[in-house]
């Protein structure tokens, strides 16, 4: 999981293959909204219009969009998802449309309830014309116990995503049209204190929040593509030393 982290703020005249490259804390960047005192916002996703959809674990379990580019943005409330405590992962599994991780994670347990993890599918194609959001149960994942970052690996009828359970440390594909999973990938360097969110970008890079680690399976050599089976541990690409 992250830290509580009630502050957005946005990169500007960066490309993000730059910002990767970049060593320095330097970027250009100013503050976007700050949430009140109690608010815990978890994740990101950036619509085709440039406006960010974020999911809430506290104080409760919401999706917001939040235009970035407007000049004092006002938090718009999506969505509640009224069977669960925590909204976490998210990604565009569709044009405007979003897959989100729900389920029972607080801060009290320090994690989730076994068959409490939903994927929702949260349709905001019409949202501008008319204000309605499409919210819809993607898959249930009754063996995952606290699922977490979610990212997509390719869009569309016949795509999939993953999706990390950082208690397991197991990270779950699931077919988009279908709804069902399969366990991907199970590594001891992801399990407890287990992995956190991941991405993909030909390789799939995830993050070791106890160990201060991103790790990283390549498409070459010593690992599968992300549509592939991984056949050796992943690596380790960086380490925060400052243990933020």
């Given at each position: 999981?992250?830290?509580?982290?009630?502050?957005?703020a946005?990169?500007s005249?960066?490309?993000?293959?730059?910002?990767?490259?970049?060593?320095?804390?330097?970027?250009?960047h100013?503050?976007v909204?700050?949430?009140?005192?109690?608010?815990?916002?978890?994740?990101?996703?950036?619509?085709?219009?440039?406006?960010?959809?974020?999911?809430?674990?506290?104080?409760?379990?919401?999706?917001?969009?939040?235009?970035?580019?407007?000049?004092?943005?006002?938090?718009?409330?999506?969505t509640?998802?009224p069977?669960?405590?925590?909204a976490?992962?998210?990604?565009?599994i569709?044009?405007?449309v979003?897959a989100?991780?729900?389920?029972?994670?607080?801060?009290?347990?320090?994690?989730?309830?076994?068959?409490?993890?939903?994927?929702?599918?949260?349709d905001?194609?019409?949202?501008?014309?008319?204000?309605?959001?499409?919210?819809?149960?993607?898959?249930?994942?009754?063996?995952?116990?606290f699922?977490?970052?979610?990212?997509?690996?390719?869009?569309?009828d016949?795509?999939?995503?993953?999706?990390?359970?950082?208690?397991?440390?197991?990270?779950?594909e699931?077919?988009?049209?279908?709804?069902?999973?399969?366990?991907?990938?199970?590594?001891?360097?992801?399990?407890f204190?287990?992995?956190?969110?991941?991405?993909?970008s030909?390789?799939?890079?995830?993050?070791k929040?106890d160990?201060?680690?991103?790790?990283v399976?390549?498409?070459?050599?010593v690992?599968?593509?992300?549509?592939?089976?991984?056949?050796?541990?992943?690596?380790?690409?960086a380490i925060?030393?400052r243990?933020?």
């Open positions: 999981m992250l830290p509580y982290l009630p502050l957005l946005a990169l005249g960066l490309s993000a293959a730059a910002a990767l490259a970049t060593t320095t804390l330097g970027a250009p100013h503050l909204h700050q949430f009140d005192n109690g608010f815990w916002a978890e994740n990101i996703a950036v619509r085709s219009n440039g406006k960010l959809l974020i999911t809430m674990i506290a104080p409760y379990p919401q999706v917001y969009q939040l235009d970035p580019l407007a000049p004092n943005p006002a938090p718009e409330l999506i509640t998802f069977n669960h405590l925590a976490l992962g998210i990604d565009e569709n044009p405007d979003f989100v991780v729900a389920n029972n994670f607080t801060t009290s347990a320090g994690g989730s309830t076994p068959g409490s993890n939903t994927i929702y599918s949260l905001m194609r019409t949202y501008d014309a008319d204000g309605k959001v499409n919210v819809s149960v993607l898959a249930q994942i009754p063996d995952a116990v699922l977490n970052g979610l990212t997509t690996i390719k869009g569309g016949g795509g999939k995503f993953l999706t990390s359970d950082s208690f397991k440390g197991q990270i779950f699931v077919d988009i049209k279908s709804g069902s999973s399969k366990v991907w990938l199970d590594d001891p360097i992801l399990h204190p287990a992995g956190s969110g991941q991405r993909t030909d390789s799939v890079f995830w993050t929040l160990r201060h680690i991103v790790y399976t390549t498409n070459g050599g690992a599968g593509p992300v549509n592939g089976t991984i056949t050796e541990p992943g690596k380790v690409v925060d030393t243990r933020l």
